[in-house]
């Protein structure tokens, strides 16, 4: 199947995938419901695209096509031809006339004469049954006659045995004939897992191999013991040489040379710079703002956020605001002119609220190993 990552631009799906690549979300199992467009839904899907039971059966169907998710046939549903609606019923028709207006009645069937009539034609009173075709007294069942279920066609009176069955559509009228009637197959949806990877790249997302729980312990135990003491004394004094960082730690300047390149290489430093506490640095607009940004601009967004030099941390999340960002901007006025050209009207951005900083007690970005 070939693999069109574009639908995954879409904010709903996105997340979907990604609650799927994580392994909170394991499988979509169908819901029988006849109220349903389809006869079935998926409410646990329903709820992260933020779609009706419609779209979300049309969407999960369209990231199957596109090679995303795989899909297991659990139902096949009976539905109409024109609508697809599950909501159809069977019915009898009329061989001769094609109505509606059937009764079931009882006929009976004289033997020796062949006449088939409904019983009241036999009827002489509760005791006696008479041939109405050629006079003979009826005397028992099973013995000369039979009695049996048949319908009469109030329309053209004709009396059938088996009237023609069809599947009528409550929803748009349509009428079908059961060799017409189609299936809806309703799947359990799971991730595709010969395009995981295609998905993870195309997502630009790496989510915590399979059995191993995410967790910050484990990936600071990724750092050696001589890893940890050169972050805690760079990060108290970024200025100091590696030669005396070597001394300090009793390990060659080589040691320490080839450990930083490493930590900056896997991005672990970022920089060696000075801190500078943005309140007592003028910063009048310390602020905190939320934004919801849809998926189809998100990457594009934070890149360009990324790189407002008084926007001082990007953290995505996976909340409605799914973007927050602390800004340090000299005055009021430079927050607004940010918010101006980055965020207010631009397509698929929405601001939600910006916080201002009255007083900054903490800043301090140093992390402990
Ligand atoms: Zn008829
Ligand atoms: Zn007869
Ligand atoms: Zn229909």
Same mark, same amino acid.
Do not use: I, Y
């Given at each position: 199947m070939t693999f069109k990552p574009s639908v995954l631009e879409d904010r709903g799906a996105w997340l979907l995938i990604r609650q799927l690549l994580e392994g909170s979300l394991e499988a979509l199992q169908p819901v029988l419901d006849s109220s349903s467009v389809y006869g079935f839904r998926y409410p646990s899907a329903e709820s992260i695209l933020e779609r009706d039971a419609k779209d979300t059966v049309d969407r999960l169907e369209q990231l199957r096509r596109a090679g995303i998710l795989e899909g297991e046939l659990v139902e096949a549903i009976f539905s109409c031809t +024109? #609508?697809?609606?599950?909501d159809i019923h069977p019915q009898y028709q009329c061989v001769n006339c094609s109505g509606f207006r059937l009764r079931r009645i009882e006929v009976i069937e004289h033997?020796? #004469?062949g006449h088939i009539a409904p019983r009241p034609e036999f009827t002489i009173d509760e005791e006696e049954l008479k041939c109405p075709q050629c006079g003979e007294s009826l005397e028992g069942e099973q013995r000369d006659y039979k009695s049996e279920s048949a319908f009469q066609c109030l329309e053209c009176n004709t009396t059938s045995a088996q009237p023609r069955l069809v599947f009528r559509c409550f929803q748009c009228h349509e009428m079908s004939l059961p060799s017409e009637i189609q299936e809806q197959e309703a799947y359990i949806y799971r991730l595709n897992l010969e395009h995981r990877g295609d998905i993870i790249h195309y997502l630009g997302f790496h989510p915590t191999? =399979?059995? =191993?729980?995410?967790?910050r312990k484990k990936h600071r135990d990724d750092f050696d013991d001589v890893d940890r003491r050169i972050l805690n004394i760079l990060q108290r004094d970024g200025r100091l040489s590696f030669r005396n960082v070597a001394k300090r730690l009793k390990v060659s300047d080589a040691t320490i040379r080839s450990r930083i390149s490493r930590l900056e290489e896997k991005n672990v430093i970022k920089g060696f710079t000075t801190l500078v506490d943005p309140s007592h640095a003028g910063m009048e607009a310390i602020s905190l703002i939320q934004l919801e940004v849809d998926a189809k601009v998100l990457i594009k967004t934070v890149q360009s956020l990324q790189a %407002?030099? =008084? %926007?001082k941390l990007v953290m995505e999340t996976g909340? +409605?605001?799914?973007l927050i960002l602390l800004g340090a901007f000299p005055t009021r006025e430079s927050l607004n002119a940010f918010l101006d050209q980055h965020v207010r009207g631009k397509q698929g951005i929405q601001l939600h609220t910006v916080t201002l900083a009255l007083e900054l007690q903490k800043y301090d970005w140093m992390i402990q190993f």
């Open positions: +024109r #609508c697809a609606s599950p033997f020796s #004469c191999p =399979e059995g =191993e729980k995410p967790s %407002v030099e =008084e %926007v909340e +409605r605001q799914n």
